[in-house]
């Protein structure tokens, strides 16, 4: 199957420091992708819409001056949290969409701010 | 507005019994509908998906789900549970058609006890 992947897996930060968070599709492109943050033990929010060479969607109540998306290729789809907070420490999963019916999620990010 | 409930936060079950993770949706439209699973820290892993073919859906793992539109569920069963199983389990549902966001329900956890 479709394999998508995420670097880093895990990210240690200071607080007021910025993290670039990327998703690639490997082995297929994806016109579309898509952010999601999941809290502990809580189940996964979707944060933005991503499609590649415009601007991303983003959900209510998401900042998009704070989480900077950009998807400049079909394979790759990037998310910078700028000015990280111990608040934003969270697991951020992306999925890319194959023009099917099936999306593709990557295996997340963990993101620690200190 | 799309959106799914999975009424069981934590479901117990002993190794060797039947599976039945309960989710119930709401939908304008003909839904689109998965189950998805996440071992700790793993990606997420698709079971089953359900898109206005088969009402029976067979997924992974021996899991299938049926979708009922009169009661407007789709239950998650497995004939015999085994230890490998214990999970956090998501009930999702598609935003609109292919390649649209999807909806998470809150998840429920599986233990399975020897």
């Known amino acids: 199957g479709a394999v998508v992947s995420q670097h880093p897996s895990w990210v240690i930060c200071k607080s007021g420091t910025s993290v670039k968070i990327e998703c690639r599709s490997l082995d297929f492109q994806a016109t579309t992708m898509f952010w999601y943050r999941q809290f502990p033990k809580q189940s996964l929010m979707l944060m933005a819409t991503?499609?590649?060479?415009?601007?991303?969607?983003?959900e209510q109540g998401v900042e998009k001056d704070k989480f900077l998306i950009n998807h400049a290729s079909l394979t790759l789809s990037t998310l910078t949290v700028t000015s990280a907070h111990p608040e934003d420490s969270s697991f951020y999963i992306c999925?890319?969409?194959?023009?099917?019916?099936?999306?593709?999620f990557g295996p997340g990010t963990r993101l620690t701010v200190t | 507005a799309q959106s799914v409930t999975q009424l069981d936060s934590h479901v117990s079950v002993s190794e060797g019994t039947p599976v039945l993770l309960r989710c119930n949706y709401s939908s304008s439209y003909s839904p689109s509908l998965f189950w998805y699973v996440q071992h700790p820290n793993k990606g997420l892993q698709l079971l089953l998906k359900?898109?206005?073919?088969?009402?029976l859906v067979k997924g992974i793992n021996g899991f299938e789900a049926e979708f009922k539109k009169s009661e407007t569920s789709f239950h998650l069963t497995k004939p015999s549970a085994h230890m490998s199983d214990a999970a956090e389990y998501f009930c999702v549902v598609r935003l609109f058609q292919a390649g649209t966001a999807l909806i998470f329900g809150k998840g429920t956890t599986l233990s399975v006890s020897s």
């Open positions: 999925s890319a969409w194959d023009r099917g019916y099936e999306q593709y």
């Open positions: 359900y898109t206005s073919a088969a009402t």
């Open positions: 991503s499609n590649e060479g415009s601007k991303a969607t983003y």
